[in-house]
């Protein structure tokens, strides 16, 4: 877990105006600049331990093996029915997108539990998702998505 490992975490900053940031696993994590120039303490402190999250439970590695099988997978498929790798792409998004649904959750849930071992409470993770969602939509849960809808997440957090 990287609460308490030796593991020396890193960042990486993109141009991107988006808002966002990501866990590559290992300790490595994606901010865009859009996020950085954006957020506030308190909102980046909610984005990052949800990201801390993802990498302390492990969730890119994991996600990586899904898509090395769904690469496989389609490799086999198209061996065996020619032309099928026309639909590889949705059918390894969708199975993605099932996946990692449930991850973004866990990671909500496990990001609760770091802010709190460092002094903070819940609402920091429901007002960073709320500044989220004001500043980009209620993204997510469509039937593509990776992530579940915003709104949900926020109500799963008030549930904790």
Do not use: C
């Amino acid at each position: 877990m990287l609460i308490g490992s030796a593991r020396s975490p890193s960042k990486s900053s993109t141009t991107a105006r988006s808002i966002n940031a990501g866990s590559a696993g290992g300790g490595q994590f994606l901010v865009t600049t859009g996020l950085l120039r954006l957020a506030n303490d308190e909102q980046l402190r909610g984005v990052l331990a949800h990201e801390i999250a993802h990498d302390d439970l492990g969730h890119p590695a994991r996600m990586q093996l899904v898509g090395a099988g769904v690469s496989v997978g389609a490799a086999l498929l198209e061996r065996v029915f020619p032309g099928s790798a026309m639909v590889a792409p949705i059918a390894g998004t969708l199975i993605a997108s099932s996946y990692s649904r449930p991850q973004e959750f866990e990671a909500d849930r496990h990001a609760v539990t770091i802010l709190r071992r460092v002094g903070y409470s819940k609402e920091v993770m429901i007002r960073s998702l709320s500044w989220i969602m004001q500043v980009e939509g209620n993204s997510g849960g469509g039937i593509l998505s990776t992530h579940p809808a915003t709104d949900e997440r926020i109500r799963a957090l008030r549930r904790l």
